[in-house]
């Protein structure tokens, strides 16, 4: 039997050795996706898979266009080979089944970093910025987020129970539950992705919230979910070498679709998909301001509630600047992730 103090000193221990995983496993992505970005930029140049901007948007995007996009390949690629040797490591040490949130999480992301790679391949073919139209990738989006929510299920990561946060409460919704974790699953992966719209702002936010789950990890001892987020941590900082302002190149929507079904991935993995509600506010403040602008200019047959949308571009219409646009949401992205901290 452990005494107090022995106690201790193992979960001390176990904190020190999953803080390590985190912290190597950021590493090792940023450094592989910096590198794989330093080769992949002039191979996409030199192949003219450039961004087409918008006529719509900002005047001064138009000078973006051409930008290289995909770059999400990068962080996915890295992120993908950290992760398989992480569960090469699990399954030689017999703990297989305690990677498998995990695992489903990081396949939720790849299925989603896919329809959108066709998505941006569309674009490429067709020479514009519309790639899948809205109802064919919102139904392929739905059908990954409903496999994916019934892999939970059957491996009993997720039940009826939504444990809400900063309570002891347990919301059993019965069958219902489930189509909360795939209306969860679908409307984050939109919310990151509509969050992809000025440079660094993506990876910038959904850095900080990768340090939040992979914090949290350490806090509960679970290497699993401290490797994911590292990835993601990792993946994000690396990116942002050469996609902070001005960027050099987009991860387009195979990178934000990715990320969107990684940090959905992390909720459920710790066991608290609504903690992204506080954790995720900016990419609650994205997809909302949108919904709210189409829905006051049909309302009101032609007015606008916002200069535009999503929230990011009204406040470039104000004259914010895309460094001060970034640095704030990162700034709000931290005192939720801090709110969020508390519910956990």
């Known amino acids: 039997m452990l005494t107090s103090s022995s106690s201790t000193s193992v979960s001390g221990a176990g904190r020190g050795m999953t803080l390590l995983a985190a912290a190597g496993s950021a590493l090792i992505v940023f450094a592989a996706t910096a590198v794989i970005l330093r080769f992949l930029i002039p191979v996409l140049r030199s192949h003219k898979v450039g961004q ?41 040490n017999g703990a297989a089944d305690s990677f498998m949130p995990v695992l489903l999480g990081m396949a939720f992301a790849l299925f989603n970093a896919l329809i959108g790679f066709f998505d941006d391949y569309t674009k490429l073919i067709k020479k514009q910025n519309q790639g899948f139209k809205a109802w064919q990738k919102f139904l392929l989006q739905v059908v990954v ?3 994916y929510v019934a892999a939970l299920a059957l491996t009993g990561t997720v039940g009826t129970g939504i444990p809400l946060p900063y309570t002891d409460t347990v919301l059993d919704l019965g069958f219902f539950s489930y189509v909360v974790y795939v209306f969860i699953g679908v409307g984050f992966v939109n919310a990151v992705n509509l969050t992809d719209g000025i ?18 990890a350490v806090r509960s001892c679970d290497a699993g979910v401290a490797v994911f987020a590292g990835c993601v941590a990792g993946g994000c900082a690396g990116f942002l070498v050469y996609n902070f302002y001005p960027a050099r190149i987009f991860m387009g929507d195979t990178g934000s679709l990715f990320l969107g079904g990684a940090v959905t991935g992390l909720a459920f993995a710790v066991g608290e ?7 995720g ?50 700034a709000v992205t931290l005192l939720g992730c801090a709110a969020a901290w508390m519910g956990l």
Request: with cysteine.
């Open 199 to 216: 440079d660094g702002l993506a990876g910038t936010v959904t850095g900080i919230v990768g340090i939040f789950f992979a914090a949290a």
């Open 52 to 92: 087409k901007i918008y006529d719509i948007g900002p005047r001064w995007h138009k000078g973006k266009e051409g930008t290289p996009i995909m770059g999400g390949l990068s962080f996915i690629a890295a992120s993908l080979a950290v992760m398989a040797a992480a569960f090469a490591v699990f399954a030689a």
């Open 281 to 330: 506010v900016i990419y609650l403040a994205e997809v909302l301001s949108d919904i709210l602008q189409v829905g006051w200019f049909k309302i009101t047959r032609g007015k606008r509630l916002f200069k535009m949308a999503p929230i990011h571009h009204h406040f470039e219409k104000c004259g914010w600047s895309e460094v001060k646009i970034v640095t704030v949401f990162g």
């Open 145 to 147: 987020a409903a496999l």
């Open 273 to 279: 998909p609504l903690i992204l509600l506080p954790a």
